[in-house]
């Protein structure tokens, strides 16, 4: 069936680089998607998102990028700090009842 | 303002019991949605409720698990007969459905442990 997926588990990266976290999906009929960020013990905050007639959207300190040919989605964040370290979920909209279909998450950390 | 609140946070309850897990959503949504959230995985959909439009039920694993939304406002997520794969966390999460926005707004969550 359709899925959402993401490419890796976990991304290890040093304080003050950039990260890019990835994301796959394989439903062209969604038009919408969405990056939501969960710390340990807290229900999934919403990061930014992004409609299927964008391929960028630029917030504080993240950018989303959408490439409607290769079915890819991707998450960056600038000067990545300790307080970034959480899973990152990408989840798509394909229209029916607004559900969300989530990725499996990946884990983000952050070395000091 | 307040967001979305759950209770209770952590319920262990035995196999065999049935459990109420309870949503307030914010003030204003109209759209409730419950997922699943098993360790290490994905947010697993159950339900979404919509005004008075009929609940999708699409994603209720068994006829143990309903829910119901009372006035349009709290819902409850009931599990009958818990088994222990019925462990997880419960996530609710409410969506304001006028002006566009698809974004959902989830509560904390309840961590079920089912002995």
């Known amino acids: 069936g359709e899925s959402v997926g993401l490419h890796l588990p976990t991304l290890s990266v040093q304080e003050g680089d950039n990260s890019i976290i990835n994301c796959a999906y394989s439903?062209?009929?969604?038009?919408?998607f969405i990056w939501y960020k969960q710390e340990s013990g807290k229900g999934p905050q919403f990061i930014i998102d992004?409609?299927?007639?964008?391929d960028k959207r630029q917030g504080k300190r993240v950018t989303v990028l959408l490439n409607k040919t290769v079915k890819h989605l991707s998450l960056q964040i600038a000067a990545t700090q300790p307080g970034d370290s959480a899973v990152y979920f990408c989840?798509?909209?394909?229209?029916?009842?607004?559900?969300?279909?989530f990725g499996k998450g990946i884990t983000l950390s952050v070395r000091p | 303002g307040a967001g979305v609140s759950q209770s209770p946070s952590n319920k262990v309850t035995e196999k065999g019991k049935d459990v109420e897990l309870r949503c307030d959503p914010i003030?204003?949504?109209?759209?409730l949605y419950w997922y699943r959230q098993s360790l290490g995985q994905g947010l697993e959909f159950l339900i979404y409720?919509?005004?008075?439009?009929?609940?999708?039920k699409s994603g209720l694993p068994s006829d143990r698990f309903s829910a119901e939304r009372t006035g349009g406002s709290v819902s409850t997520l009931t599990i009958q007969r818990t088994q222990q794969e019925d462990s997880a966390v419960y996530l609710c999460?409410?969506?304001?459905?006028?002006?566009?926005?698809?974004?959902?707004?989830f509560g904390p969550g309840t961590r079920l442990t089912v002995t």
């Open positions: 999460a409410s969506r304001k459905t006028s002006g566009g926005s698809y974004e959902q707004y």
């Open positions: 439903n062209s009929a969604s038009d919408y």
């Open positions: 409720f919509q005004g008075n439009s009929a609940p999708d």
């Open positions: 989840a798509e909209n394909t229209g029916a009842n607004s559900k969300l279909t």
């Open positions: 992004i409609r299927s007639n964008m």
């Open positions: 003030s204003g949504h109209t759209a």
